[in-house]
């Protein structure tokens, strides 16, 4: 190309803009849904965001986030008890989930249905169809260990897993839910038991603090189970508490004046009244560290109910 040429295409050529630097921010935000009650334990679901007080490992945070009575996707997570001690509870335990199911789930809705006795087994992924979480339920069936071999010479080497509760909270807060988005639960159906799990409690509870997940438990006790064991006591309910309260959520207890469809509507009457607030932490370390929140309300008198803490770690680690 001559120079005249080389002249006239460079006229003809489109300018070329110089490209503004991309600015990459990475922010991790610290995400909370909390309910709250007033006195008497009713919801009070008419608050402001200046209503609301955080503060993390004890410093003010600045809320930079807020929707009342949030409409949020919900993703949930159903965890049946299916161990020999709940072998006489399955039958309404499968009738009232549906019904809770059907009443909670909406079309932006999803839910998986997951099992643990002997085995944590996943019965349905996730599906916002009735159909498919139904038929789930029909598939719930009774886990307990095999019979312990008579023919070993050492007893004692032969250890059954018998309810692996805390594995199956791991299971479902690492394997499902902790990839998603959103507002996450786990509506937990036992009787507190575990035996046998590889994960301890702390771990379980971690896992799900990790995937930004509230825990129901729902403390359900078949008393022949335990009356014909001998054992002369029920189970006691500390884990389920503890791993509800520290993930933000409450635990329930059937009984004479509350049925397991009663629990199952406070449930859900709670999961649609939640607020969901958001705030950068003014402790930008990404170190894995456990940071200690605390939500209060300016109004005296009025309890929150959210998660306990979170660790310092970034999206996907």
């Keep these: 190309m001559g120079p005249l040429l080389t002249i006239v295409a460079a006229v003809l050529a489109p300018a070329q803009q110089p490209q503004p630097p991309t600015i990459k921010v990475d922010v991790n935000i610290v995400n909370i849904m909390c309910s709250v009650r007033d006195g008497r334990g009713a919801l009070v679901p008419n608050l402001g965001k200046d209503d609301f007080q955080i503060s993390e490992d004890g410093k003010p945070q600045q809320i930079r986030y807020f929707e009342r009575e949030t409409d949020l996707p919900l993703t949930l997570g159903l965890l049946v008890d299916v161990s020999a001690s709940q072998k006489s509870l399955i039958e309404a335990e499968r009738r009232a989930a549906d019904r809770f199911l059907t009443s909670v789930l909406r079309e932006k809705d999803l839910a998986f249905l997951m099992s643990f006795g002997a085995e944590a087994e996943l019965i ?110 029920f189970p006691s309910s500390g884990d389920l508490r503890r791993m509800s309260e520290e993930t933000g959520g409450r635990m329930f207890e059937v009984g004479r004046r509350n049925s397991l469809d009663d629990i199952f509507r406070q449930i859900q009457e709670e999961m649609r009244s939640q607020y969901a607030l958001g705030y950068v932490s003014t402790n930008p370390a990404v170190d894995g560290g456990y940071r200690r929140i605390e939500v209060r309300t300016r109004q005296r008198g009025l309890k929150v109910q959210a998660r306990k803490g979170y660790y310092a770690v970034r999206d996907g680690e």
Excluded at 150 to 169: E, H, Q
Excluded at 177 to 196: C, F, H, P
Excluded at 202 to 229: F, L, M, N
């Design 124 to 233: 349905q992924d996730f599906t916002s169809s009735l159909v498919l979480l139904r038929k789930g339920l029909d598939r719930l069936r009774l886990s307990a260990p095999p019979v312990s071999p008579t023919s070993s010479p050492v007893p004692t080497i032969y250890k059954p897993r018998g309810t692996v509760l805390f594995d199956a909270v791991y299971l479902a807060a690492t394997d499902r839910l902790r990839s998603e988005v959103g507002r996450k639960a786990v509506v937990l159906i036992t009787d507190g038991v575990d035996m046998g799990s590889r994960v301890k409690l702390a771990t379980a509870i971690e896992a799900a603090q990790k995937a930004d997940v509230i825990i129901y438990s729902i403390y359900y006790i078949d008393p022949r189970a335990y009356g014909a064991s001998g054992l002369g006591y």
